[in-house]
């Protein structure tokens, strides 16, 4: 299966921007399916941004946060053509690493 | 006596005379108004509504009304949310069904690059086909379930469609056949019947009040509307397809939603992709 990370990293020399796409239900335990049964909590709770061996970006993440998430932060540092190691975990145990080239 | 009954009947008679003058004229302006007149009235009168505008920036709507949601467009758009939904068409499109065939197979040139085409007349039928009608047709030919109108999965194949034919043309066409005519005077007069409690048609907002708010919304212009279909919206927090976008603005005008894919409902995209013709596909879309 595709990853469920989407992310763009681009160097200006500087800083980082990171811009990154997480396809996750992010149910949060509070709504009812169409049987009017409850759909049971889905959500990340751990996010990390790891750059150079050093996490740049930790988001400690609850139910609250919408479907497919979106995240754009800047890091000082960050040399084109480096690795950028994104990584989540959720509520139950699943989870996801990509690694992308800081552009 | 005699008077009134005598009235009566020069009434009746008058009646009678008239109602061959009343109805005449009506089917003549059917019979003969020209879509290609309408189009292109239809165009202008945006254009000039909208005159920084150039054509095919109509196809973002909303995002096209001011400069601010025109920003705010440029930056979804590198990285824009229904990434997800193209990427599920295209694995479902390559994915043979049970009897070995695909959807492939149903559409002219492998289904790549034909979005533009669609709806067009079937002159068997006697209707109009959308593609969504096309997609379920292929898989109930196949012996394959028919999917929801609505979103997820239709919504993928036809975002994946879409896609595949960016930047090109709508190219709807008219047969020479007074049917087809019908169908898009059917498709006209629906978009232009009010409705519901609200009383609005789908014209009071997209002709009369396109850039303008509705609570926090801006309103699209009808020009360009259908060439960014399926969108993904942040309402939804999904995709949806046409038949989604036509049956909940029924719903938030307060009337009753057709079933997707009525028959009023396909004149009405005819219409609709029609008069968008020569604007370029920008379809998967991205909406507030």
Redo the contacts between chains.
């Keep these: 299966m595709a990853s469920t990370i989407r992310v763009r990293a681009t160097s200006s020399g500087e800083t980082t921007e990171v811009q990154a796409l997480i396809q996750h239900p992010m149910d949060s335990g509070f709504v009812k399916d169409v049987k009017g049964e409850i759909i049971p909590p889905h959500f990340i709770q751990q996010l990390t941004f790891e750059y150079d061996g050093k996490s740049v970006f930790v988001a400690d993440w609850g139910p609250a946060v919408s479907k497919d998430p979106y995240v754009k932060f800047s890091f000082k540092g960050g040399k084109k053509g480096d690795d950028l190691k994104i990584s989540w975990v959720d509520n139950k145990g699943a989870t996801d690493t990509i690694t992308a080239k800081i552009q | 006596m005699h008077v009134r009954s005598a009235i009566h009947f020069a009434l009746a008679a008058l009646a009678l005379a008239a109602l061959p003058f009343l109805a005449a004229p009506s089917a003549v302006a059917d019979d003969t108004s020209d879509p290609v007149a309408d189009a292109r009235a239809f165009q202008k009168y945006f254009t000039e509504k909208f005159p920084k505008l150039k054509l095919e920036d109509f196809v973002n709507g909303p995002y096209s009304m001011n400069e601010d949601m025109h920003r705010q467009w440029e930056e979804k758009e590198?990285?824009p949310?229904y990434?997800?939904s193209v990427?599920m068409g295209k694995?479902m499109f390559a994915k043979p069904f049970k009897n070995g065939k695909s959807y492939a197979d149903c559409f002219p040139n492998g289904g790549v690059g034909i979005r533009q085409n669609y709806p067009y007349f079937d002159d068997k039928e006697g209707k109009v086909i959308t593609l969504e009608l096309a997609l379920n047709r292929c898989r109930e030919a196949n012996d394959e379930a028919p999917f929801s109108y609505v979103k997820d999965e239709m919504a993928a194949l036809t975002a994946y469609m879409a896609f595949t034919s960016r930047g090109k043309p709508f190219d709807i066409k008219i047969p020479n056949d007074p049917r087809a005519l019908q169908a898009y005077q059917n498709g006209k007069r629906y978009f232009y019947t009010r409705r519901g409690q609200l009383n609005f048609s789908c014209a009071t907002c997209h002709v009369q009040s396109p850039g303008e708010r509705i609570r926090a919304e801006v309103l699209a212009p009808a020009l360009g509307l259908m060439n960014a279909m399926p969108i993904y919206r942040s309402e939804w927090?999904?995709m949806g397809t046409t038949s989604r976008r036509f049956t909940t603005c029924n719903s938030q005008i307060r009337g009753v939603p057709l079933d997707p894919q009525a028959d009023e409902y396909r004149d009405l995209e005819y219409y609709l992709s029609y008069v968008s013709n020569g604007l370029p596909i920008s379809g998967p879309g991205a909406r507030p």
């Design positions: 590198q990285f949310p990434e997800f990427e694995e927090s999904g």
